[in-house]
Each structure stands twice: as structure tokens, then as C-alpha cells.
């Protein structure tokens, strides 16, 4: 019950020094949508130099149909896209945005119409996307892009949030008592987990990298708690707070961490399952 207690009063602090509304919170608004907006008119202008300077030395675009790629792989693609085509009416359509001190989550619509240099039809590209903004020496820049193709809704947001927090139970008690098969069934085959502080692991590599984690400690507390869903079509988009205690086994000192994360998830085969996971480390109370 202390336990029970102590992770609540965690919680509401959290969100207590993190509101999302106020002057402080539209402050921040109002920048990022500068920033956006600041970044397709230089887009437009194939202006790549002035696109790059706004993301943060560690950038990184976790793209749905590519690899992930880091700062010079996307600078490479940047360049190429600018040489060979010509880009218009490019816009940001934020309908979501979650500020946690120094980072900022955004959920929208990118959209542009794009006409090869070479000759061919205009396409209007619509996306949804996620953006990942972080405070980098006092200015906001870009930090995370994660963009998916647009699809129909496939539940109400009511009945998503009664299964996430099914997903949560049963990997509580995977960890516990590890089983092979259902930790492989609450991911998609295409799952990825991208830590801020690890090399990217595709499904074979972070259900290998969970069970060692699982069957090497002992765990006192496992404890997950949402902040906010937004749910678009087949994809949903939590961030949340992860908290875990644990003592190894083979002895030494029980480590207490905590971590924000960005969990993506995709309507598949009929339920929903984690598709991407995107923890950091947080020093917050």
C-alpha cells in the first residue's frame, strides 16, 4: 500500500510541474510553432543548411518505410531531396502537443505537394507525425521524427486505452514470470525499441535484451503510468512515466529508475501491440 501511495503522489507532482495549460505552456506553443513553420519555409526554399541547424546534434528520423537514420543520414537524404524535386505548400497541422521540461512532444499532419525536378505529376503527401523536441542550449530544436502513412480510424479512443492498459498487465507479468511467446505477441513483427542511451533493437534483438533484464533481477516495484494518449487511425501515441526497482541476482545494489517514454502502438492482426518504444532517462521527482 506505501508503495501504491508513494508512486500516485509520484505521478501528480509530475503533472503538477508539467501543466499543460497557462501562459508558460502557450510560451512554449507558440515557439514550436514558429519553429515549424520556420522549418517549411526553408524546406520550400530547399534550403537544407537552414533545416539542419534547427535539429539537435543528435537528431534522429525513426522513418516507418526506411531504416532509422542518424544526423548524416539524414542531411544525405535532405540534400538529395532538394536536388530532385521541387517542394510546395508544405505545412505542419499540430493536433496534439505535451510539454515535459526540456522536451516537447507533437502530434500532426505534414503536408506538401511534391513535383519531381525531372519531369511528372505533382503528389500531395498528407503524413501523421510525431515530433520530438528538446531544449538544446536554451533554444528549441527538433530532436525525434517519427512519420507514419495516414489511415482510417480503426476504435474509439475509450476502447484503446481499456486494451493498452491490458498490454501494461500482462508485460508486468511477463517480467515477473517470463514467457517467451506472449512477450513475442504484444509486439508487431516490426517492433523496434529506441532508446536514448542503446543502439536501436529490432524485435529478435529486444525481446533477448528484456528477458536477460527479466530473469536476472528481482523486481520490488514495475510501474507504469500514462500521461497522455493520442490516438490517430491504427496508431496510438502514449507518454508515460517508467519507474522500476530492481536488485540483481547475482548481488549488489538495488538501482531505482525512472524514465519518460514514448510508446507507439499499431492495430494489428485485430488487437493492439507495441510498435515502437522510445524511453530516456529522467531525473525528475
Not at 511534391?114 to 510525431?130: A, H, K, L, M
Amino acid at each position: 500500500m506505501r508503495i501504491l501511495i508513494l508512486l500516485i503522489a509520484f505521478v501528480m507532482v509530475t503533472c503538477q510541474q508539467n501543466p499543460q495549460t497557462g501562459k508558460a505552456y502557450e510560451k512554449v506553443a507558440e515557439e514550436l510553432q514558429s519553429l515549424n513553420d520556420e522549418y517549411a519555409a526553408a524546406w520550400m526554399n530547399g534550403e537544407v543548411e537552414k533545416c539542419l541547424s534547427m535539429m539537435t546534434p543528435d537528431y534522429v528520423n525513426y522513418l516507418s518505410y526506411h531504416n532509422t537514420q542518424n544526423r548524416q543520414a539524414v542531411e544525405d537524404m535532405f540534400f538529395n531531396m532538394a536536388e530532385t524535386n521541387t517542394i510546395a505548400n508544405a505545412r505542419f497541422d499540430r493536433k496534439e502537443l505535451f510539454v515535459h521540461d526540456n522536451m516537447a512532444y507533437e502530434f500532426g499532419y505534414l503536408t506538401q505537394d511534391i513535383t519531381p525536378n525531372s519531369g511528372g505529376e505533382t503528389q500531395t503527401s498528407r503524413s501523421r507525425y510525431i515530433t520530438v523536441f528538446k531544449k538544446h542550449e536554451g533554444e528549441w530544436m527538433f530532436h525525434r521524427w517519427m512519420p507514419q502513412p495516414e489511415t482510417a480510424p480503426a476504435q474509439s479512443k475509450e476502447e484503446i486505452s481499456g486494451e493498452l492498459a491490458g498490454i501494461y498487465d500482462m508485460m508486468a507479468e511477463i517480467t515477473l514470470d517470463w514467457d517467451d511467446e506472449k512477450a513475442a505477441s504484444i509486439w508487431t513483427d516490426d517492433g523496434l525499441n529506441m532508446p536514448a542511451y542503446g543502439i536501436t533493437q529490432n524485435k529478435e534483438e529486444l525481446l533477448e535484451f528484456v528477458r536477460e533484464i527479466a530473469l536476472n533481477n528481482q523486481w520490488e516495484i514495475l510501474e507504469y503510468k500514462p500521461l497522455e494518449l493520442f490516438v490517430h487511425g491504427d496508431m496510438a501515441y502514449e507518454f508515460s512515466l517508467f519507474e522500476h526497482i530492481a536488485t540483481p541476482n547475482s548481488g549488489g545494489e538495488t538501482v531505482n529508475t525512472k524514465m519518460r517514454c514514448i510508446t507507439v502502438y499499431k492495430f494489428e492482426d485485430g488487437k493492439w501491440k507495441w510498435h515502437r518504444w522510445m524511453p530516456q532517462h529522467y531525473m525528475g521527482e
